[in-house]
């Protein structure tokens, strides 16, 4: 598994608030109520990446719902230069005031918005302990996963993570927490994830070559195992939004993973902000005013 200094971004997972509650969301929007980081923790988890060399990202669910997010914006400038600073967001009606801090303190846009039904999404529920029996096979499997050879490490308000699909598990399941968020906690490499990937890759199914399902559809796909833990704390689950899987895995999945990237699309959901997004060389859309 990758270390993290070799990670592209760290993000800082500042709330699961959401305008939406995807199939398989890696953030579990819609199981339980949902989180904000307080802000000193959001200062605490800025001053520990002000040394990193690469990106920090705003995440969510949707961060622009955070009630501090013009504060927090404010802060990460003072400390970051724009060009490491990253936000994942859907853009979401009435938050437009935000145009001015998004283009003061961003470098980088993904628009992580999911309203099309040709977006699909693994099965993190699927837990991979009950899809492989054979524990060390089932690791053989997680080591090389896609998921954190290709995305981040995260902080949430439990502390950070190897992985950003692990943090939230662990707020999920009401985990043990993660790692100290102090300065250079993002050193860590491989060999200090043992505990953290013995208590979340097991219960985790976005390493398997599982079925994903288009994000609209607002099912999540749920193993036996994960869905007992899931009944007594999941509004998901007590809504009857969920398929239970067959723990059929497929092969190779093959699938895209952002189909919906076109930039009609993008420059659609940009205009409601007054924003232009142009393609920048680290293949992220930078921010500017109309």
């Known amino acids: ?35 904000f980081m307080e802000r000193d923790q959001f200062t605490r988890a800025i001053n520990s990446l002000v040394e990193f060399p690469r990106m920090i990202g705003f995440c969510g669910g949707e961060p622009l719902l955070h009630p501090h997010f013009g504060h927090m914006t404010v802060y990460a ?35 992580n918005d999911h309203s099309r039904d040709d977006i699909l999404h693994a099965p993190v529920l699927v837990a991979a302990e009950e899809v492989i ?16 050879e290709c995305w981040s490490a995260s902080i949430t308000p439990k502390g950070a993570f190897f992985c950003e699909v692990a943090a939230h598990l662990d707020l999920l399941f009401d985990g043990p927490g993660g790692w100290p968020v102090e300065p250079r906690w993002w050193m860590r490499t491989s060999k200090d994830y043992r505990e953290q990937r013995e208590e979340w890759c097991p219960k985790c199914g976005v390493a398997l070559p599982l079925p994903r399902r288009p994000s609209m559809d607002g099912r999540d796909d749920i193993s036996p195992g994960n869905l007992e833990r899931l009944r007594e704390i999941s509004q998901k689950v007590r809504r009857g939004q969920f398929v239970i899987s067959d723990l059929q895995m497929q092969g190779q999945s093959g699938y895209p993973q952002q189909t919906y990237k076109d930039m009609v699309y993008r420059d659609r959901i940009a205009a409601r902000y007054g924003l232009y997004l142009l393609l920048n060389e680290q293949g992220y859309l930078s921010p500017m005013l109309r």
């Open 133 to 148: 029996p054979d524990r060390a096979e089932m690791f053989l499997l997680t080591e090389r996963c896609w998921e954190q």
């Open 1 to 35: 598994m990758r270390p993290i200094i070799e990670m592209a971004t760290v993000q800082i997972d500042i709330t699961n608030a959401c305008t939406r509650s995807c199939s398989n969301c890696t953030r579990f929007c819609g199981h339980r109520s949902p989180y």
């Open 77 to 111: 400038r003072s400390r970051i230069p724009k060009e490491r600073l990253g936000l994942w967001t859907q853009l979401p009606s009435g938050k437009e005031h935000f145009r001015g801090d998004i283009c003061e303190t961003f470098g980088h846009i993904f628009l």
